[in-house]
Structure formats: structure tokens, C-alpha cells
């Protein structure tokens, strides 16, 4: 149904524009690069034949697919970002294309030995005998979510070009700085109009999620004290060591490497440190929210021991909360799923129904009033340079994406 070398020539050309955020910039959008991808995405909304085309101030841009029906359906949503993670560079992305994949290693960069292994990834092996999308070896991909950006223009494309496939109103967006946890701030719901929305943000073909990681981070401040080391007895505080001791009393066990599921975790992600101050960086992640709580309080709690042992206030812990989990606002809209994992089944797609280990703008979008579950837009291994995505997939979140169209007003009739 998706013509193959049509959804790839277009994730290609996205991908290759950066769209790096910035974690470190308070402006919106983060980054002046992802305005560089918007202005594209508006060219090719209206060529494709979209209505009420906009980019806004913010680098958010809306459009809408007209009801072709004479009847009332609900709205539904469409909705992916434009910028690529921080964590791993997004400049300068090249592409390469793996037609029929054999099974085995992957060389994404001959000249650093670069390999893209089943033996370690081995979700490869679910895709033999398929396209595969990848880097080479020196960038990220961008399928975080240039793949979900592709399936939604793609699949509004087929639909205007597919009259006789009856849908009702369907609203899409793309939003700036997801990546930095921004992605949804700015968002005007009330503008987007939609009685609820997908995020095309997920990971693997037949992914469909509703429920998210309580989010929040962690800045702990350790100040040392300075002295000759020469002379430094009963005088010096050396902050690293502290720092060092406030890390081995969480819970080893409960890091991301060691944590599946429903498990959360306590990421320490980056430290600067020298003997007089010493900054630490984690990211809290639960599913429970009295979880999340109770792990927020453990972080205050090191602390507390710590300057009491000193008897002075050496460190400081400043908490942020970042997202909650959707799944409160879902649950009371289940049949918003429901429709999903029956537009799957239609077109022979295993629904795997879990937890997402982490956010989408679906989380804060759901706490704003539009409930919204998460997608799989088919990639793997996102935020480095093992990303990889399969054409097949992308081919089929588009076909879902027309199908979900479809069933709503079969649904709604």
C-alpha cells in the first residue's frame, strides 16, 4: 500500500537536516536548526494538500486533514517532534541503506570498526530479509522521531490521494525540544482541537503504550573546603570523596542497566567535581508514583545524614519533577487503545502492550487535557550511533495510521 522507496527518500531527507536541541538553553525552540526542518515540513504539508498549515512562534506547526464524511466523528491527533537528542550527535547524518538483511554484523564504519552486531542488539534478528536504515557509525540516525514525522505525512498523503477511504477530521503536530523535556510546554491544546491524540514515538512494530515513567531530576550540590594538603588534617572537606560516598548509598541494583519493566531507577548522568565543589546530575524514574515520591525523599535523605555526620550543610539536593504517568488520564478513555490495538490486529499487527520506559509528549499532553497513548514509529536503539530503523515498519505505522482513521469513523458511524 505505502510505496517502499517513496517512505524512504522522505525519512531520508529529514534526517539529514539537524535538529540537534539544547539542553542548556532556555529559549523556544532550544536549537535555531530545528526551524531549518519546520520550514520544509510546512512546504510539504501544503504540497501534499493539507489545510490551516501553520508554524507558529514557538516552532510548532499544526495542520489539518479535512472530515470527508457528512458526519460527526471525533477529532483525532497525530503527533510527532522535530528535534534530535543531545545525548549523541545529529550533524552531518549519513544515512545507509541495508537491503535485505542477512542475519549478521552490520559494518557501519569501516575505518573506526564500527559494527552493528545481532550478537549484541539482537532485536536485529527480528527484522532478516527487510530494509534497514542505518548510521554510519558516527552520528545518531534521527529516527527519534523522523520516522514518526515520515509515517504522519506519509499517511496524510495516502489519505488525501485515497478519497475513497472515509475519515473524519484528523489534526496533526510536530513540536520542537521533546528531547529536553520541553516539547509539550508551549503546546495550545485548545488550538490543536483534537479529542485526543498518538504520539508516533515508540520503538519497535506493534508497540502501543499508555503508561509512562513518574519523571523528575536531581541536582545535588556538594561544597568542599580547600586546604594545602600539606596541612590539610581536620581542615580539608574534598567534596568528591563525598560525592563519592552519597552515590554507594542508593541502592546499586536500582540503575538503568540493571532495571526492566516496572522498575525504577536513579541515573546518575553526569558530576563535575573538584575538591572544593563537586555537582551532581541524576534523572529519578518511576512508574509508581508513591514510588517516585519515596525515591525522591531517599536522595533528600543521604543528604541529610551526610551533614549531620559533618554537623554543617555541605550538600543540597534541588528536585525538579519533569512528567507523571499518563496512565491516570487514559484509563477513563481506554476505548482511545482499544481502537488502536483493533486497527493493528486489522492489518496484521501483534499489538505488545507495555510501559514505557520513559516519556513521551504524551505524558504532559494527557495532563493538559488530551489524552494521548504512544505509538511505535519502528526504530531501535535511539540516541547513538547503533540507531537503526527498518523501511518495513515505517511502511507499517503509516498503514496504521490510515487504518486508525478508518476504524474511528466505522466506530463513530
Not at 552493528?116 to 522521531?145: E, M, W
Request: proline share 5%; aromatic share 8%.
Amino acid at each position: 500500500m505505502i510505496d517502499k522507496q517513496h517512505i524512504t527518500n522522505r525519512f531520508i531527507k529529514y534526517v539529514t537536516v539537524d535538529t540537534e536541541s539544547n539542553p542548556n538553553n532556555p529559549d523556544f525552540p532550544s536549537s535555531e536548526n530545528q526551524w531549518d526542518l519546520a520550514k520544509i515540513l510546512v512546504e510539504d504539508l501544503k504540497a501534499i494538500g493539507l489545510q490551516e498549515v501553520e508554524l507558529d512562534e514557538n516552532c510548532y506547526i499544526m495542520a489539518t486533514l479535512p472530515s470527508n464524511i457528512n458526519y460527526k466523528v471525533p477529532t483525532i491527533g497525530f503527533i510527532s517532534h522535530i528535534d534530535t537528542s543531545p545525548d549523541f550527535t545529529g550533524k552531518n547524518v549519513k544515512p545507509q541503506i541495508v537491503k535485505n538483511y542477512n542475519g549478521k554484523d552490520i559494518v557501519l564504519n569501516q575505518d573506526e570498526n564500527i559494527i552493528l552486531s545481532p550478537d549484541y542488539f539482537d532485536d536485529l534478528l527480528q527484522y532478516k530479509g527487510q530494509t534497514l536504515i542505518t548510521t554510519n557509525g558516527t552520528t545518531l540516525l534521527g529516527a527519534d522521531d523522523k520516522a514518526g514525522i515520515t509515517e504522519i505525512v506519509t499517511a496524510m498523503e495516502y489519505l488525501v490521494a485515497h478519497p475513497e477511504i472515509k475519515h473524519g477530521k484528523i489534526r496533526i503536530c510536530f513540536t520542537p525540544d521533546e528531547e529536553v523535556g520541553k516539547g509539550a510546554h508551549l503546546f495550545d491544546v485548545e488550538k490543536f482541537g483534537a479529542d485526543w491524540a498518538y504520539t508516533m514515538d515508540g520503538s519497535q512494530i506493534g508497540e502501543l503504550e499508555y503508561e509512562n515513567f513518574n519523571a523528575g531530576s536531581a541536582k545535588i550540590t556538594i561544597n568542599g573546603k580547600i586546604v594545602h594538603p600539606g596541612y590539610a588534617k581536620g581542615k580539608m572537606i574534598n567534596s568528591i570523596l563525598l560525592a563519592n560516598e552519597f552515590i554507594n548509598a542508593l541502592p546499586e541494583n536500582e540503575v538503568p542497566e540493571k532495571t526492566t519493566g516496572y522498575e525504577g531507577f536513579y541515573h546518575l548522568h553526569d558530576s563535575l567535581g573538584t575538591v572544593e565543589k563537586t555537582v551532581l546530575e541524576f534523572i529519578i524514574r518511576d512508574h509508581d508514583l508513591e514510588a517516585f515520591q519515596q525515591r525522591k525523599l531517599v536522595l533528600q535523605n543521604i543528604a541529610k545524614k551526610i551533614n549531620e555526620r559533618l554537623e554543617k550543610k555541605i550538600i543540597t539536593v534541588e528536585i525538579k519533577d519533569q512528567y507523571f504517568n499518563m496512565k491516570e488520564k487514559i484509563l477513563p478513555v481506554m476505548h482511545i487503545v482499544d481502537l488502536v490495538e483493533e486497527a493493528m490486529l486489522a492489518i496484521n499487527i501483534s499489538p505488545i502492550i507495555k510501559p514505557i520506559r520513559g516519556g513521551t509528549d504524551g505524558s504532559q499532553l494527557s495532563y493538559k487535557g488530551l489524552p494521548c497513548p504512544n505509538i511505535f514509529a519502528g526504530g531501535h536503539n535511539f540516541h547513538g550511533r547503533f540507531e537503526y530503523v527498518p523501511v518495513e515498519s515505517m511502511q507499517k505505522a503509516t498503514e496504521l495510521i490510515v487504518k486508525i482513521a478508518e476504524k474511528a469513523t466505522e466506530k463513530y458511524a
